[in-house]
């Protein structure tokens, strides 16, 4: 990821960090923090006829999400597999089993097919998904920093660890 593309998933995980983005007594999911910053890129998205800026979300929620995941685990003395074994029996519906099937995926380059047959059959399921990986990235980083590792060092990996992603998908420039 780029610097423009890596900036809205930073500001999207941080965001999920305030406490607002995890209310549940709200009209609309669209009107918590996170939810502002993803109908924000949708209705962009919507105004340029195509879909660059939530895959972009998509794609840098779920890297920061098996990141994250991976990280727990570790902490935990579970392997991955493990770890996404005890996801999918904590999940309850349809959006947090297509969580853990996207984290699955991103371990066999498969979450952009996951993901674009979710925005492809179904859009509501596909923005729930967005907002569910935020959800899940913030709970996370916060579980981190519970055991010891401050958020704002999390954010820096994070952060990293996506812009190392987008220098290895982007082509070398040639002069």
């Known amino acids: ?25 709200v009209v609309s999911k669209l009107d918590l923090p996170t939810g502002r910053l993803i109908a924000a890129a949708a ?8 879909a660059d800026r939530l895959a972009n979300l998509a794609g840098g929620l779920a890297l920061a999400a098996l990141g994250l995941t991976a990280e727990l685990a570790s902490r935990g003395d579970k ?12 999940s309850d519906g349809e959006v947090y089993t297509l969580l853990v099937e996207t984290l699955r995926g991103m371990l066999h380059d498969q979450s952009v ?26 709970t996370s980083i916060l579980a981190l920093q519970a055991i010891g590792t401050p958020a704002e060092t999390t954010l820096n990996d994070l952060e990293d ?9 982007e082509p070398a420039a040639t002069s």
């Open 1 to 25: 990821m780029s610097d423009l593309t890596h900036v809205p998933v930073m500001e999207l995980l941080r965001a999920s960090l305030d406490p607002a983005s995890h209310r549940t007594d």
């Open 43 to 50: 209705h962009a998205d919507a105004d340029d006829k195509g």
């Open 79 to 90: 392997t991955l597999d493990e770890f996404l074994d005890g996801l999918k029996q904590a």
């Open 113 to 138: 097919e996951i993901m674009g047959r979710t925005l492809a059959q179904d859009q509501a399921l596909f923005l729930d998904l967005l907002l569910v990986l935020a959800s899940y990235c913030g």
């Open 161 to 169: 660890a996506l812009r190392d992603a987008g220098d290895e998908a």
